[in-house]
Antibody, heavy 120, light 112 residues
Framework: EVQLVESGGGLVKPGGSLRLSCAASGFTFSSYTMNWVRQAPGKSLEWVSS????????YYADSVMGRFSISRDNAKSSLYLQMSGLRAEDTAVYYC?????????????WGQGTLVTVSS | QSVLTQPPSVSGAPGQSVTISCTGS?????????VHWYQQFPGTAPKLLIY???NRPSGVPDRFSASNSGTSASLAITGLQAEDEADYYC????????????FGGGTKLTVL
């Protein structure tokens, strides 16, 4: 059974940093592009970042470029999101999600999410 | 303001049919990029409902179907059931600027 389990969320002050983790199991993690998607309270979904299976290609939404860094450890089947320079507008539930296949394909498995709250 | 536009809400009585639209542009749906649909219940993660425009993952009832035309896509739900009440999101790829994966604003389906 495919499982994605996020952790690392919490309350952080504006300008602070946080590192999110996503532990994957039930599939060959190293074969899939992985993604972070966030959802602010009462809002829609927003793609944040993607990293290819080998880590060779990385993409960020403009809203987080230069502040967030995605990485992965295929040996540990884990995905990470290092967030710095956090702003109130970064407050959201952060989901890790597996992409089915090629660049334009959908996300077939999602974690349960971890809440990040940026507030003084 | 989402790149893909969905109606905020739709409603229908049990047994009826509803359609949720997703309007994009020439840089996403109109460029031929696939559209995917997700279903989300309150407090839970989104679930892939339709992928690659028209395909249902295993376990999704055939009451759910989708189609594309030009710069728009639509999700149809027939034989509405109470358990269909949820938020629905469309997703596609957008090749503007550096490219990004975009979602619709979401549609709340209420089963009357």
């Amino acid at each position: 059974e495919v499982q994605l389990v996020e952790s690392g969320g919490g309350l952080v002050k504006p300008g602070g940093s946080l590192r999110l983790s996503c532990a994957a199991s039930g599939f060959t993690f190293s074969s899939y592009t992985m993604n972070w998607v966030r959802q602010a309270p009462g809002k829609s979904l927003e793609w944040v970042s993607s990293i290819y299976s080998s880590g060779s290609h990385i993409y960020y939404a403009d809203s987080v470029m230069g502040r967030f860094s995605i990485s992965r450890d295929n040996a540990k089947s884990s995905l990470y999101l290092q967030m710095s320079g956090l702003r109130a507008e970064d407050t959201a539930v952060y989901y890790c999600a597996r992409r089915r296949g090629g660049a334009a394909t959908g996300y077939d498995y999602w974690g349960q999410g971890t809440l990040v709250t940026v507030s003084s | 303001q989402s790149v893909l536009t969905q109606p905020p809400s739709v409603s229908g009585a049990p047994g009826q049919s509803v359609t949720i639209s997703c309007t994009g542009s020439s840089s996403n749906i109109g460029a031929g990029y696939d559209v995917h649909w997700y279903q989300q219940f309150p407090g839970t993660a989104p679930k892939l409902l339709i992928y690659d425009n028209t395909n249902r993952p295993s376990g999704v009832p055939d009451r759910f179907s989708a189609s594309n035309s030009g710069t728009s896509a639509s999700l149809a739900i027939t034989g509405l059931q109470a358990e269909d009440e949820a938020d629905y999101y469309c997703q596609s790829y957008d090749n503007n600027l550096r490219g990004s994966w975009v979602f619709g604003g979401g549609t709340k389906l209420t089963v009357l």
